[in-house]
Nanobody, 115 residues
Framework: QVQLVESGGDSVQAGGSLRLSCEAS????????MYWYRQGAGKEREWVAG????????NYADSIQDRFIIYRDNDKETLYLEMNNLKLEDTAIYYC????????WGQGTQVTVSS
């Protein structure tokens, strides 16, 4: 059974930083591309960043380019999202996603950015 457990969300002031984690189990994490998405209140879920199986290829949404870094530790089966220079518009629930089982999602972790 695929499980994805996000953590690290918090309330921070604009300009601050956070690191999100996503612990994975139930599938071969080291073979899997992984993704971060987010969903703000009243908005559709949007793709934030993706990383290939070994971390050699990373892609980012334009809105977070140069502020967020996606990376992974295959030994720990954990995906990360380092978020810097946070903006009010980054406020959202952040989800990690794995293609396993046709697309699996975690429960999300709340990030709230205030002025």
């Amino acid at each position: 059974q695929v499980q994805l457990v996000e953590s690290g969300g918090d309330s921070v002031q604009a300009g601050g930083s956070l690191r999100l984690s996503c612990e994975a189990s139930g599938f071969t994490f080291s073979d899997s591309n992984m993704y971060w998405y987010r969903q703000g209140a009243g908005k559709e879920r949007e793709w934030v960043a993706g990383i290939n199986w070994n971390g050699g290829v990373r892609n980012y949404a334009d809105s977070i380019q140069d502020r967020f870094i996606i990376y992974r530790d295959n030994d720990k089966e954990t995906l990360y999202l380092e978020m810097n220079n946070l903006k009010l518009e980054d406020t959202a629930i952040y989800y990690c996603q794995a293609p396993a089982d046709g697309g699996s999602w975690g429960q999300g972790t709340q990030v709230t950015v205030s002025s």
